[in-house]
């Protein structure tokens, strides 16, 4: 009796629709020997992965080739014009997933890890889903800033205390257009202008906003990520954050080309990096993995956070926004 009830189970698992998809995308992977992977990770971050991805698919000759978002897309488009397919894999931010999305590029294969996945990390058409995320919080100083004064919420930073005193990313476009958003389109663009006439400072780079938090050349930060001041935490700079709604998500998209020269590669990797495997080796770079099964390092880094994302109409809509934060912070 024992032995059938094993039996069965056995057979239940093996007929299911993912387990049989599975099995053959492994070998039709090995036979096509290649997978290419476009990617914004770091060098080092995206060799770990692939390596891990090798042991464990030796047959595969997998590669990444690493640059910067709006880079990697010029390349993508390029070669694109030359009648050229090259990569398997993409991964990047979310505006660039969406443009290559409207363009065609991106194929629909849900992966049978996406289930793994809450609802706004990943796409409703299957397209793509966001391996880890980054939050943009508000950072501060904590020899500066007294704790009745660290703010509650963003209209907290209107208050005078904070003129001259608040960093902001000089470029952080999809945050501008997230919290205007958020709040409301009325209620968020009269919050941005109020903000502009407490004099913040525009610097270029986020990371670069947070270091100089902890230098005290400004108060708090609004636009850099909570992993950037908890680095600096670690290294025993003065600074502390706290999660203002809304919270710009910003998501890392995987996706398939829609001209892969290798798909069936190209799904396996996929479904690697949304494995548990995948997001542990994310987690151990100090990333924060979005697979719901796997916590980051710090449990503070996802709790109580209330995402919010931007959208394809958002994005469709982008160039105004870009221009608005231009015109309201005075940006030349």
Do not use: C
């Amino acid at each position: 009796m024992v032995a059938k009830v094993w039996f069965l189970l056995f057979l239940a698992v093996s007929l299911t629709p993912g387990a049989a998809r599975g099995s053959q995308w492994k070998e039709q992977a090995e036979a096509e020997k290649k997978m290419v992977w476009y990617t914004t990770i770091g060098s080092a971050d995206a060799k770990m992965l692939v390596d891990e991805f090798r042991r464990r698919y030796p047959k595969i000759a997998a590669e990444y080739f690493r640059t910067g978002g709006p880079q990697l897309v010029e390349r993508i488009f390029t070669e694109a014009r030359a009648g050229r397919h090259l990569w398997d894999v993409f991964m990047n931010s979310a505006i660039y997933t969406q443009l290559l999305n409207e363009k065609g590029m991106l194929a629909v294969y849900e992966s049978p890890e996406s289930r793994y996945y809450r609802d706004g990390y990943k796409d409703p058409r299957g397209t793509w889903t966001s391996i880890y995320t980054n939050y943009a919080v508000a950072g501060y100083n904590t020899k500066l800033v007294v704790k009745e004064d660290v703010p509650k919420s963003y209209s907290d930073l209107l208050k005078r205390v904070w003129f001259g005193q608040i960093g902001l990313d000089a470029k952080s476009y999809e945050w501008f257009a997230v919290v205007v958003r958020g709040l409301g389109e009325e209620k968020g663009l009269s919050f941005m202008r109020q903000l502009a006439k407490n004099n913040p400072q525009l610097r270029n780079g986020r990371e670069l906003v947070a270091e100089l938090v902890a230098a005290g050349e400004f108060k708090l930060a609004l636009t850099a990520y909570s992993q950037n001041f908890e680095t600096l935490k670690q290294r025993g700079a003065p600074v502390d954050w706290i999660a203002l709604d809304p919270v710009y998500a910003n998501l890392h998209p995987v996706a398939l080309s829609s001209k892969a020269p290798n798909p069936n590669a190209g799904k396996l990797f996929i479904d690697f990096l949304l494995s548990k495997t995948g997001q542990e080796i994310l987690r151990a770079q100090k990333r924060i993995p979005d697979r719901i099964d796997t916590a980051p390092e710090l449990a503070r880094l996802v709790e109580g956070i209330k995402p919010a994302f931007g959208s394809p109409e958002m994005y469709g809509d982008f160039n105004r926004y870009i221009k608005l934060f231009q015109e309201t912070f005075a940006v030349k």
